[in-house]
C-alpha cells in the first residue's frame, strides 16, 4: 500500500510512498494514481448516466454515489479478502474497488435483473445501491470467505447496518481468541478481518449507530467505521441533526486515552484530499487489524452534486453557495487538479482517461440493459405466438387482436404487461374449448413458477440443510423429575462442549447463568469466550448474533423477555428475516434468539404480542415451546438447520417438574408439525405456549359435564401445521376454539386463517370457528389482573361449552 508521509510534499514520491513497507518506483507510483482517477470518473459517470437511465424511464428509481468516490477509493486499498463491509447505498465506488461490483452489474440492479448471475447482489430483489457479495454456493454450503472482499447484504432504512456491524467486528475477536476454531480455517485467518463501516452523517442521529458505537468500543471489536458527511439529510441541514453540527467532536468522549486500549482511535479528514485520505485509511485500519481497536474516520467536505436520490432536486434546498462550493470542491474535480499540478499527467492524458473512463460506462450500461430485456423479449415472443394461434381459433379474434397488438409494439415490455395481457385473453376465450387455450394454460403455469422462483423463492433457506429437512428423533423420557431449567441447563451444557462455534449471550447471560439459571455454571465451565454478559442493548444483541452468524458461527442471542423484543424488532425484521430472500439465497445468517414469556406479572412483563412477531418475523421461524423439553428439541433441530429463528420459552416453565430426557443432545422436534396432547371428538381446541397447560385444565373440567375435546399444540408458528393435522381433527370434531393470549385479531387470528383458508378447514366447521384471546389492552399486574386479563381455565371452559350450548340446548343448557 501507498503511504504518503508527507502528503504536502510530493517531490520525492519514488522516495516516500511504499507498498507493504517497499519503495515503488515513480512509474508504478503514477499508474496508481491514474487507475484511482479512472475509477473515480468512471463511478461518477455511472452515476450521471444511472440518473438518466431512471428520468427516462427504463428505471423506477436510482441512488448514487457520486461525490463519495475518492474516500471510498482510499478505504478500498486497506480492504484485505476476509474483510466485511456494512454499509449503504452510497457505496458504489468501493465495490467497484474491492471487486464486489462491476458496472455492467450495477446498471443490472437499476434494472432490477432477476438473474443472479447478471446481478448478484440481489437478484434484482433490492432497490439500485444495495449492495452484497455472495458468500454462499449454489447448494448453500459456505465458500471460502478468508478469500473474499465480503459485504455483508445492505438494507435501507438508515443506520440499519450498525447493528450487524458489531457482530462482523466481534467474530473477529472470538475467531482470534477462542480455542477450539482452529479449524474454521474458511471463516477467519486467526481473527485478522477489519469490518468496515460506512453511514451518512445524517444517519447517525439514529438510535441503532449510538447504540452500536457503544457496543463496539465496550467490546473493543476491530470495526472502521467511515461516516461521509455531506451535511444534509435528503433535504435536512445538520443542524437539526447532530449536537455541535459534528460528529466527530460529539464522540470525542470514546476516544481512547494514550497507551489504553480502550475505546476508539478517532480521524477527520477531507473527502477531497486524496494524500491525506490514503494515509488516514492505513493509519486506522493498521490499528483497528492489529489491536482490534475500533477507529472512526469522519469524512468531512463530501459534497453530493446530484442531490439524494432520482426523487428530487437539491436546488430546492441547497444555498448557491452550498452549491457552488460542491462544484469546486468535487473529489473528482480535485483529484483531477492533484494530478496536474503534481505533473501526474497532462492534460491529454487525463482527457483520454475520461475520454476512455465514459466510452466504458456506456458499453457496460448498454449491455446490462440488453441482458436484462432479452429474456423478457423472450418470454412475450413465447406468449405473442400462442395468443395469435388462440386469436386465429378464437370466435373472439376481434377482442384479443388489439391486446396483441399493444403486446406486439411494446418494445420494452416488463413481465407484467406479458402476463396481465395473457390473462386477459383468457377471460375472454374462458368459454371456449380450442388446444391452443391449452397451450396459453401451460404456457402461464410454467411461466408464473419461475416467476415464483423469480420474485418470491428463499424465504427461508431451500437448501438440503433446511430445518425443515431435520428428520424427528423422539425424545427418550426418563423417571428423573427435574425443574424444567435444569433440563436446559444440562442440554447446553453438551452443546457447548460439542460445538465450539455456539456462543451464547445476552443481559445477564454469562456470570450468573441467565436470570431463570438455565445456563448455571456455564460461563465458569467455558469461559466468557462462549457464554458472556452483555450490555442492556436488545438491538445490538441481536446484531452481534447476525454478523457472527455470517461469519459461520452459529450465536444463541437472548433477549431477556419477550416484551423487550419490541426493541429489537426492527433489526429482527429488517435485516434477519430478509437476508436469505434480499440475497436469493447468497447470505445467511443462522441466528437462534431465544427469550422467554408470556407470563410473568404487569404490563411489561406478561405480554404477548404473537400476531406482531410472525407477521414481522416472515423469513424467521417462531417455536412456541410448552415446556423445555419440546424447547431442547427445537433448538436441536434448529443447530441442525441454517435458518434464522426465535424460540419463545415458556416463562412458568422453568420450575416446573419435567422427566429428564436421556438423549438430550440428539432429539430433534419437527417444525410445524402440531402435537395431539389429548384425543376427544366434541371439538378442536388449538392452543401454544403456556395456555396449552391451561386449556389442559379446562379440559378435564368438560370432561366432567361431558364434553370431550381434542387438544392440539401448534408447537411452531411460523412455520404452520404443514401436514394440516389441525384439519384433520376438524374433520372428526366439526368444531374449532382457539385460544391464546395475544389480543383479539393477534395470532389467533393468523392461527385461524391459516386453518380456514389454507387447510380449507372452513368445509368441516358445524358451528362458528371461536377465538378466545387476552383482553385489547397489556394484562394488570398481580394474579387476579392476570386473571381478568388473559383466558383463565374458566374462560376456556365458558368459551368451549358455550360452542356446544349452540350446538345442542337441551344437553348442554346455558349456565349463567
Ligand atoms: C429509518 C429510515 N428513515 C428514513 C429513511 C429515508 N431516508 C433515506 S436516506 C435518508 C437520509 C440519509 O442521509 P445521510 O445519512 O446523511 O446519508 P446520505 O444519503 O446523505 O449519504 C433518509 C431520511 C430511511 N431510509 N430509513
Given at each position: 500500500m501507498m503511504v504518503f508521509v508527507n502528503s504536502n510534499n510530493l517531490h520525492n514520491m519514488e522516495e516516500t510512498a511504499v507498498t507493504s513497507g517497499k519503495k515503488i518506483s515513480q512509474k508504478e507510483f503514477k499508474n496508481t494514481v491514474l487507475e484511482d482517477y479512472k475509477l473515480a470518473y468512471m463511478s461518477r459517470e455511472t452515476s450521471y448516466l444511472g440518473r438518466r437511465e431512471v428520468l427516462t424511464g427504463k428505471a423506477k428509481f436510482g441512488i448514487f454515489g457520486a461525490g463519495k468516490e475518492l474516500p471510498q477509493i482510499a478505504l478500498a486499498k486497506q480492504f484485505k479478502e476476509g474483510d466485511f463491509r456494512s454499509g449503504y447505498y452510497r457505496d458504489q465506488t468501493l465495490m467497484l474497488a474491492i471487486g464486489q461490483l462491476t458496472l455492467q452489474e450495477f446498471f443490472a440492479q437499476l434494472y432490477a435483473h432477476t438473474d443472479v448471475n447478471s446481478e448478484p447482489c440481489s437478484a434484482g430483489r433490492s432497490m439500485n445501491g444495495h449492495f452484497g457479495s455472495r458468500s454462499l454456493n449454489e447448494d448453500g454450503t459456505w465458500k471460502d470467505l478468508t478469500k473474499i472482499k465480503n459485504s455483508s447484504a445492505d438494507i435501507?432504512?438508515?443506520?440499519?447496518?450498525m447493528p450487524r456491524l458489531v457482530g462482523l467486528a466481534q467474530a473477529s475477536k472470538v475467531y482470534r481468541n477462542n480455542k477450539g476454531l482452529e479449524g474454521f480455517t474458511n471463516f477467519s485467518n486467526k481473527g485478522n478481518e477489519v469490518a468496515f463501516g460506512t453511514i451518512g452523517d445524517a444517519s447517525t442521529s439514529e438510535g441503532p449507530f449510538w447504540e452500536s458505537i457503544n457496543a463496539i468500543g465496550v467490546l473493543q471489536v476491530p470495526a472502521v467505521i467511515s461516516v461521509w458527511d455531506d451535511g444534509h439529510g435528503i433535504s435536512v441541514p445538520q443542524k437539526y441533526q447532530t449536537t455541535k453540527e459534528n460528529i466527530s467532536e460529539v464522540l470525542k468522549g470514546f476516544q481512547r486515552d494514550k497507551g489504553q486500549n480502550n475505546g476508539y482511535e478517532i480521524f477527520k479528514v477531507k473527502a477531497w484530499d486524496y494524500p491525506s485520505l490514503i494515509e488516514t485509511y492505513e493509519k486506522a485500519v493498521k490499528i483497528a487489524r492489529e489491536e482490534h481497536c475500533p477507529v472512526l474516520v469522519h469524512v468531512?467536505?463530501?459534497?453530493?452534486?446530484?442531490?439524494?436520490?432520482?426523487?428530487?432536486?437539491?436546488e430546492r434546498y441547497k444555498s448557491k453557495e452550498r452549491l457552488n462550493w460542491e462544484v469546486e470542491y468535487c473529489c473528482v474535480r480535485k483529484f483531477r487538479e492533484f494530478i496536474e499540478s503534481n505533473n501526474l499527467a497532462t492534460t491529454d492524458e487525463l482527457d483520454e482517461i475520461e475520454k476512455e473512463a465514459k466510452k466504458g460506462v456506456r458499453e457496460a450500461k448498454k449491455m446490462a440493459w440488453e441482458s436484462y430485456l432479452v429474456p423478457i423479449l423472450k418470454e412475450r415472443d413465447e406468449a405473442v405466438a400462442i395468443i395469435e394461434q388462440v386469436a386465429s381459433e378464437s370466435t373472439n379474434t376481434n377482442f384479443i387482436t388489439p391486446l396483441l397488438t399493444d403486446l406486439k409494439s411494446n418494445t420494452e415490455p416488463i413481465r407484467k404487461d406479458i402476463i396481465s395481457t395473457v390473462k386477459k385473453v383468457m377471460r375472454i376465450v374462458r368459454t371456449e374449448q380450442m388446444a391452443s387455450k391449452s397451450n396459453l394454460l401451460t404456457w402461464l403455469s410454467d411461466i408464473q413458477e419461475k416467476n415464483y422462483d423469480k420474485?418470491?423463492?428463499?424465504?427461508?433457506?431451500?437448501?438440503?440443510?433446511?430445518?425443515?429437512?431435520v428428520e424427528e428423533v423422539k425424545a427418550e423420557l426418563t423417571d428423573e423429575l427435574v425443574d424444567g431449567r435444569v433440563v436446559l441447563r444440562d442440554y447446553f451444557d453438551q452443546v457447548l462442549e460439542t460445538r465450539p462455534e455456539v456462543l451464547m449471550f445476552g443481559e445477564d447471560t454469562g456470570k450468573i447463568g441467565g436470570v431463570n439459571q438455565s445456563l448455571e455454571g456455564l460461563q465458569e465451565k467455558y469461559g466468557e469466550g462462549r457464554v458472556f454478559d452483555t450490555g442492556i442493548r436488545e438491538t445490538t444483541i441481536i446484531g452481534q448474533g447476525i454478523g457472527m452468524a455470517m461469519r459461520g458461527l452459529r450465536p444463541i442471542a437472548e433477549?431477556?423477555?419477550?416484551?423487550?423484543?419490541l426493541y429489537c424488532i426492527q433489526v429482527l425484521s429488517d435485516d434477519l428475516s430478509t437476508l436469505q430472500y434480499r440475497t436469493k439465497g447468497g447470505q445467511k445468517a443462522p441466528l437462534i434468539v431465544r427469550t422467554r414469556g408470556?407470563?410473568?406479572?404487569?404490563i411489561w412483563h406478561s405480554g404477548s404480542p404473537m400476531g406482531m412477531i410472525v407477521n414481522a418475523l416472515r423469513g424467521m421461524h417462531v417455536c412456541v415451546p410448552r415446556n423445555l423439553t419440546q424447547a431442547v428439541g427445537m433448538y436441536n433441530t434448529l443447530l441442525k438447520g441454517d435458518d434464522p429463528a426465535l424460540v419463545i420459552e415458556p416463562l412458568n416453565g422453568y420450575r416446573t417438574k419435567e422427566k429428564k430426557p436421556s438423549n438430550l443432545g440428539e432429539y430433534t422436534l419437527p417444525l410445524g408439525v402440531p402435537e395431539i396432547l389429548m384425543e376427544g371428538n366434541d371439538m378442536t381446541i388449538v392452543t401454544y405456549g403456556s395456555t396449552t397447560h391451561i386449556v389442559a385444565q379446562a379440559i378435564q373440567q368438560l370432561k366432567e359435564v361431558g364434553i370431550i375435546a381434542e387438544l392440539i399444540d401448534v408447537r411452531t408458528l411460523l412455520p404452520f401445521d404443514i401436514n394440516h393435522i389441525i384439519n384433520e381433527s376438524l374433520s372428526k370434531t366439526n368444531r374449532l376454539l382457539i385460544v391464546d393470549?395475544?389480543?383479539?385479531?393477534?395470532a389467533s387470528a393468523y392461527i385461524l386463517n391459516e386453518i380456514l383458508t389454507s387447510q380449507k378447514g372452513y368445509y368441516h366447521l358445524d358451528a362458528e370457528p371461536v377465538t378466545l384471546t387476552s383482553k385489547a389492552h397489556r394484562p394488570a399486574y398481580g394474579t387476579d389482573g392476570d386473571y381478568f386479563s388473559k383466558p383463565s381455565v374458566e374462560d376456556v371452559f365458558d368459551a368451549a361449552y358455550a360452542i356446544m350450548n349452540e350446538f345442542d340446548e337441551q344437553q348442554f343448557p346455558s349456565i349463567y
Open positions: 435501507s432504512p438508515t443506520a440499519g447496518q468531512v467536505e463530501v459534497t453530493q452534486p446530484q442531490g439524494h436520490s432520482t426523487s428530487g432536486s437539491h420474485y418470491s423463492s428463499k424465504l427461508y433457506s431451500e437448501f438440503e440443510t433446511s430445518p425443515l429437512n433477549i431477556q423477555y419477550l416484551d423487550y423484543l408470556h407470563r410473568l406479572e404487569g393470549e395475544d389480543v383479539p385479531g393477534g
